[in-house]
């Protein structure tokens, strides 16, 4: 599929982990379509090798697997794409070709499953945000309204004390002074919008 490509200067074949490691290292080699089942390991882990000792190195999965736990480790490890074996074969040039530039190609099948577990994921919200409590984080929603301590209390269900006790918990964890600082903070990251 490559010969004849403008932008190909050679083709190396590899047919083991170990070949393809090895050829990484000591070829000039820029593009890697990567299979995920090899005779002596898994393109997965070839892939985090190859990369540990060529970073700059672009790896694009070229798998019958459509898999997206496989595609994430994929991605995690370092490859730059993921692309199913049945895809047409002027696209997956098309995908060497854009990881080759610097892009990230996934093929339309697990890009769809992906995105949609990702939609369907909660979002964690930005540091220092992040360790607050899910309850922490209700009553600084709730302080960033304007409701005082003793509204937010009455709506949660608990004593004004424990309202006054857990804003020092969220003060002291966002690194503020007072509720004031506190929901300026919240509203320049966009939480209690």
């Not at 004849?4 to 047919?15: F, H, I, S, Y």
């Not at 070229?62 to 994430?72: G, K, R, S, Y």
């Not at 854009?98 to 996934?106: E, F, K, M, R, T």
């Amino acid at each position: 599929m490559l010969d004849g490509e403008p932008w190909v200067a050679e083709v190396l074949e590899a047919a083991t982990a170990s070949e393809a490691l090895r050829q990484a290292v000591t070829q000039s080699v820029d593009v890697i379509a990567m299979d995920l089942v090899l005779p002596d390991g898994d393109g997965i882990e070839a892939t985090r090798r190859i990369l540990q000792a060529r970073p700059g190195v672009r790896i694009l999965i070229l798998t019958m697997a459509d898999d997206e736990d496989l595609a994430a480790r994929a991605l995690r490890a370092g490859a730059r794409g993921y692309v199913l074996k049945l895809t047409d074969p002027d696209a997956v040039v098309d995908a060497l070709r854009a990881i080759a530039a610097g892009n990230i190609v996934l093929g339309p099948t697990i890009a769809s499953t992906m995105l949609a577990a990702l939609q369907q994921r909660p979002i964690a919200p930005p540091p220092p945000f992040d360790q607050l409590t899910v309850r922490e984080r209700e009553i600084l929603v709730r302080l960033s309204t304007g409701d005082s301590n003793a509204q937010i209390a009455r709506q949660i269900g608990v004593s004004e004390k424990t309202i006054r006790n857990q804003l020092t918990a969220i003060f002291a964890k966002l690194g503020v002074a007072d509720r004031i600082q506190a929901v300026i903070l919240a509203r320049d990251a966009g939480i209690g919008d």
